[in-house]
């Protein structure tokens, strides 16, 4: 080979092997290079991935809602058109009888419900059969009422061998009554239909009876004791002969442990295996009575000192404090592991765990002189002018019972909620119950004990009157209007303007005759300076009567704010509004209350409804723009209309179905527990039309009280046609198309919102019972595809028993929950406020497959964005299927021109616009999202990343959604990628920690650092 070829050979091998190097050398720096940007030794390598999946988590997010428990008004008058309010009560049938229904007084006192409304009112009762169905059992009008009366008197024969006894003790065991007589004779079994026997074992003469709870066991003067197992027959216990001592018993007590008695003078004994041994008490002191049940015996001394024993020997006292020191017991009685003492001045000690003291019943008239406990709790006593009184333990008061014109001279114990009385000689037993008088006559065996009973009365005042011994005749607790001077009186009329009442207002006497409302708060709390204010009211004269010249109509805000009003002349004999406007300055602020006064001088009567005190320009909504505009933006899911009361405490008919400034106020308490009447709007039509404009669906509450006519008049209402009653009332106030079409859903909670019902039974049946009052409406079919029926009931069972398609829960989460504990991360906290929510929950054993629904979830404390979206999104509320934030209003009308408007102000502000910001996400299915522990060992893990932050996705016609937030109190890092899919396009949305939008990146199929400041979050969009 030459040299040449051999120089080209080597050449050639060479260049080969350099090309190979370097290709070699390329490929490895590019390699590592990806390594460097991606893999194990790159910048992101530390961090954990996130990314979207395909796979669901079988279960529904329906977004998040509001629950407007108040929705405030402009107005700064409360019940400007003197409307109406119904209040509700619940009792439980005790018996009844051709046109009266029976109650427990003590239930009906405790009620509270006002007797002297009751004439006129309507009465519904309502049983539960064996199959726990709720059926209407009857309705009628009350037209009288007794609130306490000897009912089912039965008179006792005691009678026997031509012998009249005088009983002056009785004793009850099991269903029997054992009776004492003045002659020393036991009689057995009193009660029965079979004629009473003494006991005919000898000739001895009793002493005292008691009962341990096993036995009656009675004792002879001679220490002799008797025992019946029965509360019939007797038998002698053996035992050495007690009258060798010479003493003579008085009286007798008997627990599980032993029995005692009390010796005539003064010494206590037990008696134990035949035998009877002295029992020695603190010096000084002198047993005078004793009374026992089978677990304590008592005994009272003379100078009121209560000792307190379980075996007989070791006594305790009991500390009366100065309740003896002035008076003196009299007789000793027990009851349901409790002592009674009755005192020499008619008061009553009861002693059980505590010691409390009842007075009702002392003094000079109604002073009670005998008593005893029925065995279902009712205190009855005799009193010295020979009646017969009920004692309420919860009101320290009296309640006097009809007798039939019966004297009554003494109270026994008796059984079966029945008492005994003595009366002239006999001896008669009676039950004591409240008594309804009905105007329409009770079907047979239509009602029966134990029964629900629900009336409804007017909780307004008709009228007022100036006393003549006073000017000021001040508004009784549930009204906000005062009226002054001699003469003048008020009363709620028909003849109204709108609603269904106004005021007429009178004067009989040649002076002011004033109608006045005090406002609630300080002039700077009702008034924004610089802002215009207007005064109007609608007036009308009365055929027949004297009209006043002039009405003079001003506030009063004393030296501060000065006298802003308006004169009225010109009466006529129609409605006219007459108003004035006015400009708050910086003169008329101040801390000073401000009053409201319509006036005339002399005699004359004129009607005054419809009253405004408010900003000149509101449109046409009593809303503030403030308010209305914040939650129109927000557009919830759903607003839960909880303002309206209906079926609840203090519903207002006449506003509901109103639609112009008819607010009759409602009852609100603050957070130190004060309760005031402020003016909200509680308008129906209002209410819905908040609910459209905000593209929102309406939550109804239907509360324990609902009829079918209520049932019946609301959708006839949301579905009639102008053929219908309330469908022209719908289109009078200006909405034509029904409601029904204008929604959705239509969500219907059936809710115990008055604490009606006592069990499980009662909460299921009644959901099912106003489901089917829904069902059977003739507009049901209208509405029977949007309508989604929930459960609000509190289950102790832990299942709901009603037919609903889903069960509700309410939420209390606060900010500072668990802070004590500083190791617990936000998400941590917040995961187990949901399980505590989720295991409260009952299991749904009917219905769809819905998850539970969040009523009411009420926010404490301050919460970022980010905390925002995760209270509402994460996967602790997984089970959630929709959450309705609480909304607090501040009732401060100088604070309704921004977010002020809401109690919490800017939290408010967050809250509704990270509503307005997860809209469209709302109705998606919750996915799986891919979150991987970091590729470099000792990097962050997926745990400990999903400890601070969430991260969640969602599926929704097409789109999908992760929203990510950083809830902890550092910066948090993360890479994200498209995970390989195709896509349309795709946004990553940052917001601050007050929910501003920071700025808009593109998901890319690289992975890319994001980084979350405490508080931020980022919303990830995908089109696919």
């Known amino acids: 080979m030459s040299r040449l070829d051999r120089f080209r050979f080597g050449n050639f091998r060479r260049r080969k092997f350099a090309t190979i190097v370097i290709i070699c050398i390329s490929v490895l720096l590019f390699s590592l290079s990806i390594l460097i940007f991606f893999g194990v030794f790159g910048f992101r390598a530390e961090l954990v991935s996130v990314a979207f999946t395909e796979q669901s988590e079988n279960a529904r997010y329906n977004g998040v809602g509001l629950n407007l428990d108040y929705i405030p008004n402009v107005n700064l008058i409360r019940n400007p058109s003197f409307e109406k309010e119904s ?136 220490g002799q004791i008797f025992t019946s197992v029965d509360g019939k027959t007797f038998l002698e216990l053996a035992g050495d002969d007690f009258s060798e001592e010479n003493y003579s018993v008085m009286a007798c007590g008997a627990t599980a442990n032993c029995i005692t008695i009390l010796t005539a003078d003064k010494k206590i004994y037990i008696y134990e295996s035949g035998e009877y041994y002295r029992v020695d008490i603190p010096a000084g002191l002198i047993p005078v009575m004793m009374s026992s049940d089978a677990n304590d015996l008592l005994v009272i001394c003379e100078d009121g000192t209560v000792l307190r024993s379980s075996n007989g020997l070791v006594y305790s006292v009991v500390d009366t404090q100065d309740i003896y020191d002035e008076r003196s017991p009299e007789q000793v009685i027990n009851s349901e592991e409790r002592f009674f003492i009755l005192n020499d001045d008619g008061s009553v000690t009861v002693i059980g765990d505590d010691v409390s003291f009842l007075s009702g019943t002392s003094g000079d008239k109604d002073k009670a002189v005998s008593l005893t406990v029925t065995d279902s709790g009712q205190i009855v006593a005799s009193t010295t002018d020979k009646a017969v009184v009920l004692i309420s333990e919860a009101t320290d008061s009296i309640i006097n019972i009809s007798s039939r014109k019966m004297s009554v001279d003494k109270v026994y114990e008796g059984v079966n909620g029945k008492l005994l009385f003595s009366s002239d000689g006999s001896v008669y037993m009676a039950s004591v119950l409240s008594d309804f008088t009905l105007e329409n006559t009770i079907p047979d065996d239509s009602i029966s004990s134990g029964d629900l009973c629900m009336i409804e009365t007017n909780n307004s005042y008709t009228s007022l009157e100036v006393d003549e011994s006073s000017q000021w005749k001040t508004a009784p607790e549930e009204g906000v209007w005062d009226i002054y001077g001699q003469g003048t009186s008020l009363v709620l009329t028909n003849d109204c303007q709108d609603g269904s009442y106004a005021a ?174 402020v003016s909200d709007v509680r308008s129906l039509e209002k209410s819905l039309r908040l609910v459209r404009d905000a593209s929102s669906d309406p939550w109804f509450v239907f509360g324990s009280y609902m009829s079918q006519e209520q049932v019946s008049d609301i959708l006839a209402y949301m579905c009639g046609s102008v053929s219908s009653v309330y469908g022209t009332l719908r289109i009078t106030n200006g909405t034509a198309l029904p409601w029904s079409r204008q929604f959705e859903k239509i969500y219907i909670e059936i809710a115990d919102t008055d604490d009606c019902f006592a069990s499980d039974i009662q909460r299921g049946s009644y959901v099912d019972y106003v489901i089917g009052m829904i069902t059977r409406s003739e507009y049901y079919i209208d509405v029977k595809d949007r309508i989604v029926f929930i459960d609000g009931m509190r289950y102790d069972g832990g299942t709901m028993l009603s037919s609903a398609d889903a069960h509700s829960s309410s939420m209390v989460f606060s900010s500072y929950l668990g802070m004590e504990n500083r190791d617990k991360s936000f998400a941590t906290r917040l995961s187990e406020a949901y399980e505590e929510i989720r295991t409260i929950a009952p299991r749904v054993t009917s219905g769809g497959d819905r998850g539970e629904f969040i009523s009411s979830l009420d926010l404490v404390g301050s919460f970022s964005f980010a905390q925002y979206l995760d209270i509402v999104m994460s996967d602790s509320a997984y089970f959630v299927e929709m959450t309705m934030i609480n909304c607090p209003i501040s009732f401060k009308h100088s604070s309704y021109s921004d977010y002020s408007v809401f109690a919490r102000g800017e939290e408010m502000k967050t809250a509704l616009e990270m509503m307005g910001l997860i809209k469209d996400i709302a109705g998606s299915e919750r996915m799986f999202t891919n979150i991987t522990d970091s590729m470099r060992e000792g990097g962050q893990s997926a745990a400990d990343f999903l400890d601070k932050c969430s991260a969640v996705q969602f599926d929704r016609d097409g789109d999908s959604y992760i929203v990510i937030t950083n809830t902890s109190d550092t910066m948090q890092q993360f890479v994200m990628y498209n995970g390989a899919s195709s896509y349309q396009s795709s946004s990553v949305d940052r917001y601050s920690v007050t929910g501003t939008h920071l700025n808009t990146k593109t998901l890319t199929n690289s992975y890319r650092r994001y980084s979350l400041q405490p508080g931020e979050s980022i919303i990830v969009t995908l089109d696919r």
């Open 87 to 222: 209040s509700n009560y619940s009792l439980t049938v005790v018996d009844s009888n051709v046109k009266s229904v029976y109650f427990s007084p003590e239930e009906v006192l405790q009620s509270g419900i006002d007797v002297s409304r009751a004439t006129g009112a309507p009465i519904r009762i309502v049983s539960i059969d064996a199959s726990g169905t709720m059926q209407l059992r009857h309705e009628g009008i009350i037209s009288g009422f007794e609130s306490a009366s000897l009912g089912q008197i039965s008179g006792i024969d005691l009678s026997g061998e031509g012998e009249n006894y005088n009983i002056v003790k009785t004793c009850t065991f099991q269903n029997t009554v054992t009776a004492l007589t003045d002659s020393g004779t036991v009689l057995a079994d009193i009660t029965s239909d079979q004629l009473s026997k003494a006991y005919d074992g000898g000739n001895v003469s009793f002493a005292d009876i008691c009962c341990n709870g096993s036995m009656i066991i009675a004792v002879t003067g001679d």
């Open 504 to 677: 007429r207002l009178s004067g009989t006497t040649n002076n002011q005759h004033l109608l006045s409302q005090k406002l609630p708060g300080s002039i700077s709390d009702n008034f924004i300076k610089d802002k215009f204010y207007k005064i109007s009211v609608n007036l009308k004269s009365v055929k027949g009567s004297i009209v006043p010249e002039t009405i003079k109509v001003w506030l009063d805000g004393g030296s501060t704010f000065g006298t802003e009003g308006m004169k009225c002349s010109n009466i006529k004999n129609n409605y006219n509004e007459y108003s004035t406007v006015f400009v708050v300055n910086d003169l008329m602020e101040g801390d000073g209350g401000i009053r409201l006064n319509i006036s005339f001088d002399g005699v004359g009567t004129v009607l005054i409804d419809h009253i405004y005190v408010g900003p000149d320009s509101i449109g046409d909504s009593d809303i503030p723009e403030s308010f209305s505009e914040a939650v129109i933006a927000s557009s919830p899911e759903a607003i839960r209309l909880n303002n309206l009361g209906i079926g609840s405490n203090g519903f207002s008919d006449g506003v509901f179905w109103g639609v112009t400034e008819l607010s009759s106020g409602a009852t609100y308490i603050d957070d130190n527990g004060n309760s005031t009447q």
